[in-house]
């Protein structure tokens, strides 16, 4: 090559690098559930129903088991939580059921927590929980009762215990899957209800003195 016909390399002009595109955050909504997300709600339980030891139950939960289920809540005034994607995924639930069925136990409810696996370590375990404390104290609740597997729930214990749950009992082998033996641990939470939830009893009592009055005769 001739030194004339010689030309330098030219480089291109460096280009600022472009900021990268961020991340989309995680962001969830917690509101009612309704019988919409009842499918969603049966896919996060049964995974753990199939793969963990955090629920005791052994076979998988039915929609019309959990139609019947939601129902019945419904019915006692038991808080349903759903927390939900910007597309309206469910990502995970909480709620709360009778804790004995005598109705002496009336105020005391068992809570049960239970998020999509990639929801896991974001925060969504204690958003639930605290809105699921606020729901059942406006619905004049006065004990959460937490029972938790004493193995491969420590994420579990720890959540409850940051929202003020206390431990007040311990019990080995009392449950059994996946061919080996469980214990559970049982922490409490007393709250302080927005209101007061009345007896059964008094329900009944109010019903048949409206009864009575609108049977009995005039006295003009």
């Known amino acids: 090559m001739l030194e004339s016909e010689y030309q330098p390399r030219r480089r291109p002009p460096r280009q600022p690098l472009q900021p990268a595109e961020p991340e989309p955050g995680f962001a969830f909504?917690?509101?009612?559930?309704?019988?919409e997300d009842i499918p969603d709600i049966?896919?996060?339980?049964?995974h753990y129903v199939t793969n963990s030891v955090v629920t005791f139950d052994e076979k998988p939960m039915t929609i019309r088991a959990w139609k019947a289920k939601f129902a019945f809540l419904k019915?006692?005034?038991?808080?349903v939580l759903v927390a939900v994607s910007p597309s309206e995924q469910v990502l995970g639930y909480a709620l709360v059921q009778p804790w004995r069925p005598r109705s002496g136990y009336r105020f005391t409810v068992e809570n049960a927590i239970y998020l999509r696996p990639a929801s896991t370590g974001k925060g969504l375990g204690s958003a639930l929980l605290?809105?699921?404390i606020s729901?059942?104290?406006?619905a004049g609740l006065k004990?959460?009762?937490?029972?938790?597997?004493?193995?491969?729930?420590?994420?579990?214990?720890?959540?409850?215990?940051?929202?003020?749950?206390?431990?007040?009992g311990r019990m080995g082998g009392v449950g059994y899957k996946f061919n080996r033996s469980l214990g559970t641990v049982t922490l409490q939470k007393t709250l302080k209800p927005n209101r007061p939830r009345k007896s059964p009893a008094s329900e009944t009592k109010k019903r048949r003195t409206l009864s009575?009055?609108?049977?009995?005769?005039?006295?003009?």
């Open 130 to 132: 605290e809105s699921l």
């Open 29 to 35: 909504e917690i509101r009612r559930a309704r019988p």
């Open 212 to 220: 009575w009055r609108r049977s009995k005769p005039s006295d003009a």
């Open 135 to 138: 729901a059942s104290q406006e």
């Open 143 to 168: 004990t959460i009762i937490a029972v938790i597997s004493d193995s491969g729930a420590e994420a579990s214990l720890a959540l409850h215990e940051r929202a003020g749950f206390i431990e007040v």
């Open 42 to 46: 049966r896919e996060i339980y049964n």
């Open 75 to 79: 019915k006692l005034g038991h808080p």
